[in-house]
């Protein structure tokens, strides 16, 4: 009797399902002595945090394209899930992405539509293909459709992050490595913020409102659109998280507070004497 062949999107989702487990179950480190309690011992510095990420999973099979989603939300990488073409450029329309996961087999308007319309509209995404057809024929096909990265099924969970990771990286905009604002200087690309020369920690989701804060430079970006580009299209529009979010970041930067609340309107970044609602912060009297 021959044995029955289950499909590449089976494999992969099971395997990403026991990667997943896996990750649970590794203990967090306990105990680590606080920095700079042994003797003359530097304190040790944290690696920057990866660059905040949001990606559209385009993929018609729902157990694989959940497992994905779980699997990124474990790398802290916001992700949206959509089963057709059709709704992969819906989503596109209002939404912007660093990448897309897309899988050629969509059904509606087919993945290789969809790749062609994001380079025929000049959306700045990267496309990272996903298929279960590994000839080199199908592979030449798709980079010639615009995909940036090819990834056949199935596949580990870990390279299907670092792909990720490594398109993120690749600018495409041309934005400047450095951006200066205000007396604050972020580097989107060593995820470092330094304010008057003073390096500033800051956590994912805070990096992550800093840097469309300061991309507007001084203009007034709603809470919603920090909401979009912050969060994925599943957080509560009436959720609290950018006010508290805010509320962190003006005690990281320290005083006086350089990021200033027009009401009704959002949130601006500024001098604490030029700020256009005329609030400023506890040391800027």
């Given at each position: 009797?021959?044995?029955h062949s289950e499909?590449?999107?089976?494999?992969?989702a099971?395997?990403l399902?026991?990667?997943?487990r896996?990750?649970r179950?590794?203990?967090?480190?306990?105990g680590?002595?606080?920095p700079g309690t042994r003797?003359?011992?530097?304190p040790?510095r944290?690696?920057?945090?990866p660059?905040p990420?949001?990606v559209?999973i385009?993929e018609d099979e729902p157990?694989?394209a959940?497992?994905?989603r779980?699997?990124l939300?474990?790398e802290?990488?916001?992700?949206d899930v959509v089963?057709?073409?059709d709704?992969?450029l819906?989503?596109?329309?209002v939404?912007s992405?660093?990448?897309v996961?897309?899988?050629?087999d969509?059904?509606?308007?087919?993945?290789?539509?969809?790749?062609r319309r994001?380079v025929?509209d000049g959306r700045p995404?990267?496309?990272l293909?996903?298929?279960?057809?590994?000839?080199?024929e199908?592979?030449?096909?798709?980079?010639?459709?615009g995909a940036?990265?090819?990834?056949?099924?199935?596949?580990a969970?870990r390279?299907l992050v670092?792909?990720?990771?490594?398109?993120?990286?690749?600018?495409?905009d041309?934005?400047p490595p450095?951006?200066e604002?205000?007396?604050?200087a972020?580097d989107?690309f060593?995820r470092?913020?330094?304010?008057?020369?003073r390096y500033?920690?800051?956590?994912?989701?805070?990096?992550?409102v800093?840097?469309v804060?300061?991309a507007?430079?001084?203009?007034v970006?709603s809470?919603?659109s920090?909401l979009e580009?912050?969060?994925d299209?599943n957080?509560?529009?009436?959720?609290?998280a950018?006010?508290?979010?805010?509320?962190s970041l003006?005690k990281?930067l320290?005083?006086?507070?350089?990021?200033?609340t027009v009401?009704?309107?959002?949130y601006?970044?500024?001098?604490p004497a030029?700020?256009?609602?005329?609030?400023?912060?506890?040391?800027?009297?």
């Amino acid at each position: 009797m021959v044995p029955h062949s289950e499909p590449a999107s089976v494999v992969a989702a099971r395997q990403l399902a026991v990667e997943a487990r896996e990750r649970r179950r590794v203990p967090a480190r306990r105990g680590r002595p606080r920095p700079g309690t042994r003797g003359d011992t530097p304190p040790i510095r944290r690696a920057p945090y990866p660059r905040p990420m949001r990606v559209l999973i385009a993929e018609d099979e729902p157990y694989l394209a959940d497992a994905v989603r779980d699997g990124l939300r474990l790398e802290a990488i916001a992700s949206d899930v959509v089963h057709d073409g059709d709704s992969a450029l819906e989503n596109l329309a209002v939404n912007s992405y660093d990448v897309v996961v897309l899988d050629r087999d969509l059904p509606g308007t087919s993945g290789d539509e969809v790749a062609r319309r994001i380079v025929a509209d000049g959306r700045p995404c990267r496309i990272l293909m996903l298929t279960a057809a590994d000839r080199l024929e199908e592979k030449v096909a798709g980079f010639e459709l615009g995909a940036d990265d090819y990834l056949t099924k199935p596949f580990a969970m870990r390279e299907l992050v670092v792909r990720l990771r490594a398109l993120g990286r690749r600018p495409v905009d041309g934005a400047p490595p450095v951006v200066e604002f205000a007396g604050l200087a972020l580097d989107p690309f060593r995820r470092e913020v330094y304010r008057d020369g003073r390096y500033v920690g800051l956590t994912r989701k805070q990096f992550a409102v800093l840097e469309v804060l300061m991309a507007a430079r001084g203009g007034v970006v709603s809470a919603e659109s920090l909401l979009e580009r912050a969060w994925d299209e599943n957080a509560d529009p009436f959720t609290n998280a950018v006010r508290i979010t805010i509320s962190s970041l003006r005690k990281r930067l320290g005083d006086p507070w350089l990021i200033h609340t027009v009401p009704g309107t959002g949130y601006r970044v500024g001098g604490p004497a030029t700020g256009a609602d005329g609030t400023r912060g506890p040391g800027s009297r």
